[in-house]
């Protein structure tokens, strides 16, 4: 999935999919073999963004399919915690909480319905 800062470039580590027949030779030979290159990232899904933004098969989930608890959508409001709905948006498939709070935090009922 794309990464919820649209400005980023990233894809999200929260879901990914890979093809096993071709994942080692994409992601965990080049690690392996240039490891210190890597260690400048802050996390996984920079590297494995890095990784395979350049090969020519790599695509991503929709949109539509994901979204992020605190962020109804990816348009910008994200930084102003007045304006977190902690809606349920109806095309996701997906909820991503990240940071605080968990699941079992929520006091949302579409989240207690959910995480059972």
Same mark, same amino acid.
Request: overall charge neutral; glycine content about 4%.
């Given at each position: 999935m794309n990464d919820f800062?649209?400005?980023s470039g990233l894809f999200n580590s929260s879901i990914m999919r890979f093809n096993?027949?071709?994942?080692s030779e994409l992601i965990w030979k080049p690690y392996i073999?240039?490891?210190t290159k890597f260690k400048k990232h802050p996390g996984d899904q920079n590297i494995i963004s890095e990784l395979i933004r350049k090969h020519k098969?790599?695509?991503?989930?929709p949109d539509e399919w994901t979204q992020s608890y605190k962020w109804y959508d990816r348009s910008g409001k994200r930084y102003h915690r007045e304006k977190w709905t902690f809606e349920q948006h109806p095309t996701a498939?997906?909820?991503?909480? $990240?940071?605080?709070?968990?699941p079992h935090d929520s006091t949302q009922e579409w989240v207690?319905? $959910?995480w059972k």
């Open positions: 800062n649209p400005n096993n027949e071709t994942t073999t240039d490891r098969d790599t695509i991503s989930f498939k997906v909820c991503v909480f $990240h940071g605080s709070p968990n207690k319905n $959910h």
